[in-house]
């Protein structure tokens, strides 16, 4: 009997830690992208790594050998500046993140700042690779004054090929011991990114599938969004992690490697 993965044709891949860390790429991992174009199908790279624009994010894959546009691409970023011109009519955003983070809004028509300034009135929090203590302290202050608060993502840690660093989940929760203010968290695991996804390219919640490392973000947002869902065991996610979650995938692999035998 054929398996079910290969009826699928909309694919939406993590990528840190699915299917490369740091610069290296997974074992057929190009062999995979390569064989969803061949039956047909589309690849959608949906992260929660707010770090980078999309313009900087085809640059880095186009230099690790994934060639990539900014079509290809649907980040928490993204999702933020979507789920922001329908709630935020403020005046200015503090953007608690990297330069890229602030020219990728910027682009998107908001008024931002890495300033305290006095018309400030909501604070956008990314991952920020830039991160100082300044930051932190101007953070703090706006959050004293009851300025909304949203949050690109909630992942705890950002994988590397040395272990993890911080993500903006952990950065939040340092946040909240000094303020006891939590953001609203716009990216995976809410559905938005997911259901856009599909939206835009134009296919059903049974021909998509979600493949990602991390049950509380990936397969989370997969299951939000009612698709199909695969959890792999090469980035944050143990087995052990996997076993004791309440939240469960459709499938799980040890890596993107062994998808691609199953699809070819």
Same mark, same amino acid.
């Given at each position: 009997m054929e398996h079910p993965l290969k009826q699928k044709r909309l694919f939406l891949l993590d990528m840190d830690g699915t299917l490369y860390l740091d610069d290296h790429l997974f074992d057929n991992c190009l062999n995979f992208l390569n064989q969803i174009k061949a039956i047909g199908g589309r690849y959608v790279f949906l992260t929660n790594n707010s770090s980078k624009s999309v313009e900087d994010y085809v640059k880095k894959l186009n230099r690790i050998g994934i060639p990539a546009d900014a079509e290809d691409f649907?980040?928490?970023?993204?999702?933020?500046?979507?789920?922001?011109?329908?709630?935020?009519?403020?005046?200015?955003?503090?953007?608690?993140?990297?330069?890229?983070?602030?020219?990728? !809004?910027?682009?998107?028509?908001?008024?931002? /700042?890495?300033?305290?300034? @006095? *018309?400030?009135?909501? +604070? !956008?929090?990314?991952?920020?690779?830039?991160? /100082?203590?300044?930051?932190? @302290? *101007?953070?703090?202050? +706006? !959050?004293?004054?009851?300025?909304?608060?949203?949050?690109?993502?909630?992942?705890?840690?950002?994988?590397?090929?040395?272990?993890?660093?911080?993500?903006?989940?952990?950065?939040?929760?340092?946040?909240?011991n000094a303020t006891k203010r939590r953001p609203y968290f716009i990216g995976k695991p809410q559905p938005d990114m997911a259901l856009l996804a599909m939206q835009k390219f134009g296919y059903a919640k049974e021909e998509t599938v979600m493949i990602g490392d991390r049950i509380y973000t990936d397969i989370a947002c997969g299951v939000n969004a009612g698709i199909s869902t695969i959890l792999v065991f090469s980035g944050e996610t143990t087995r052990e992690d996997w076993e004791k979650s309440d939240i469960k995938p459709e499938y799980t692999f040890e890596n993107i490697s062994e998808i691609y035998s199953i699809i070819k």
């Open positions: 649907f980040t928490s970023t993204m999702a933020a500046c979507v789920y922001l011109k329908e709630h935020y009519k403020g005046k200015k955003l503090y953007a608690l993140g990297t330069r890229s983070f602030k020219d990728e !809004l910027i682009k998107n028509g908001f008024p931002v /700042t890495d300033r305290l300034e @006095e *018309d400030v009135d909501g +604070l !956008l929090m990314g991952f920020d690779t830039e991160l /100082t203590f300044q930051k932190l @302290e *101007d953070a703090c202050i +706006l !959050l004293g004054r009851g300025v909304p608060y949203w949050a690109t993502n909630p992942d705890w840690v950002c994988p590397t090929a040395y272990g993890y660093v911080p993500d903006c989940g952990s950065i939040s929760e340092a946040l909240y």
